[in-house]
């Protein structure tokens, strides 16, 4: 079942622009995660926010969450090259049932150029 | 350490094959994972482990049959799959409430011939 819709599905910027990625999701959430996956390759955690969090930093990553409107961005500052990926929102559920549960967005492709 | 390793990189079986996807962490998390990744789509969640017992199974057809020996092992048993089956095949843990998300390896490409 999907539970996160992103946009935009591609984005392509210059180095040292910034690169911002929306995420909507349907229920309610214990938690939202991002991820980063290099082409064909694990993915890697980013950044986790709680359902009573509005607004997360780490390095040149800022993420904000909604509740109301069931969304969240991942804005990233002065890409580089190395930024190119694509990117994942997760979101994680409240109930004990589903512990560890994750589902994923459709994800961001990222194309940062030199 | 701080990686999930996961063996073998590529299998290529045919459909009456009997093969195991192994992944192994030693961070001490108690929550581990099994995801497909189909090209260009998001990861699937097939199985959880928790404290070594199966909490989680999102219907995944028993052609898949996952098995968690210990607390740092993680396998996936595959047997007469069909070519759709073909895929990145993730592994990750987790420590629950730590706030730091879950750690994944870095695949095994399966191809079904």
């Known amino acids: 079942s999907q539970q996160g819709e992103e946009d935009p599905q591609a984005l392509s910027i210059q180095e040292g622009e910034n690169a911002t990625m929306n995420c909507s999701y349907k229920t309610s959430i214990n938690n939202l995660q991002w991820y980063r996956q290099n082409s064909g390759r694990g993915l890697v955690h980013l950044i986790l926010?709680?359902?009573?969090?509005r607004e997360k930093h780490s390095g040149r990553l800022r993420v904000t969450l909604d509740t109301s409107k069931k969304s969240s961005s991942l804005l990233i500052t002065a890409s580089r090259a190395a930024d190119t990926a694509s990117y994942f929102c997760a979101t994680a559920f409240p109930s004990a049932s589903n512990t560890g549960k994750l589902i994923f967005g459709q994800g961001t492709t990222l194309q940062v150029k030199p | 350490d701080t990686e999930v390793t996961q063996t073998p990189k590529h299998l290529v079986m045919g459909m009456t094959n009997k093969k195991s996807l192994k992944c192994e962490q030693h961070m001490g998390h108690r929550a581990m994972y099994w995801y497909k990744q189909k090209a260009k789509k998001p990861p699937e969640l097939m199985f959880v482990?928790?404290?070594?017992?199966?909490?989680i199974n999102e219907s995944v057809p028993s052609r898949f049959s996952p098995e968690c020996p210990n607390s740092s092992l993680l396998n996936l048993h595959l047997h007469a799959l069909q070519p759709e089956d073909s895929a990145l095949y993730l592994c990750?843990?987790?420590?629950?409430?730590?706030?730091?998300?879950?750690?994944f390896g870095p695949g095994t490409r399966l191809t079904v011939l």
């Open positions: 482990y928790s404290y070594e017992k199966l909490s």
């Open positions: 926010i709680r359902s009573n969090e």
């Open positions: 990750a843990s987790s420590q629950e409430g730590s706030g730091r998300g879950q750690f």
